[in-house]
C-alpha cells in the first residue's frame, strides 16, 4: 500500500467510528441537557439524578441503533478484507 491508500482507508476509518459512536453520544449529549435543565431549575443536586436517566437511555439507544452499528462495521471490515485480498 502507498502513502495515500492508507490515509484513505484511515480517513474511511475516522467516519466510519464517527458514524457508529454518534448515535449514542447524540443521546447522552440529549439526555445531559434535560438533566441539566432540570437540575438547574429544580435547585437538586444529586449525583445519581445525572448517572441513572443516562445509562437507560444510552442502553436503550444502543438496542435500537446496534443494528445499523453493526451494519456500518461489516460494511467497512468488508471493504478492508477485499483491499486486503486484492494486494
Given at each position: 500500500?502507498?502513502?495515500?491508500?492508507?490515509?484513505?482507508?484511515?480517513?474511511?476509518?475516522?467516519?466510519?467510528?464517527?458514524?457508529?459512536?454518534?448515535?449514542?453520544?447524540?443521546?447522552?449529549l440529549g439526555v445531559g441537557?434535560?438533566?441539566?435543565?432540570?437540575?438547574?431549575?429544580?435547585?437538586?443536586?444529586?449525583?445519581?439524578?445525572?448517572?441513572?436517566?443516562?445509562?437507560?437511555?444510552?442502553?436503550?439507544?444502543?438496542?435500537?441503533?446496534?443494528?445499523?452499528?453493526?451494519?456500518?462495521?461489516?460494511?467497512?471490515?468488508?471493504?478492508?478484507?477485499?483491499r486486503i485480498a486484492s494486494?
Amino acid at each position: 500500500m502507498t502513502g495515500p491508500e492508507v490515509f484513505d482507508v484511515a480517513r474511511e476509518g475516522v467516519w466510519v467510528l464517527i458514524k457508529v459512536s454518534s448515535p449514542l453520544m447524540l443521546v447522552g449529549l440529549g439526555v445531559g441537557l434535560v438533566v441539566a435543565l432540570f437540575q438547574a431549575l429544580t435547585q437538586i443536586q444529586e449525583m445519581t439524578l445525572v448517572f441513572v436517566p443516562k445509562i437507560i437511555a444510552m442502553f436503550l439507544a444502543l438496542i435500537v441503533a446496534l443494528p445499523f452499528m453493526g451494519e456500518a462495521l461489516g460494511t467497512f471490515m468488508t471493504h478492508i478484507a477485499e483491499r486486503i485480498a486484492s494486494g
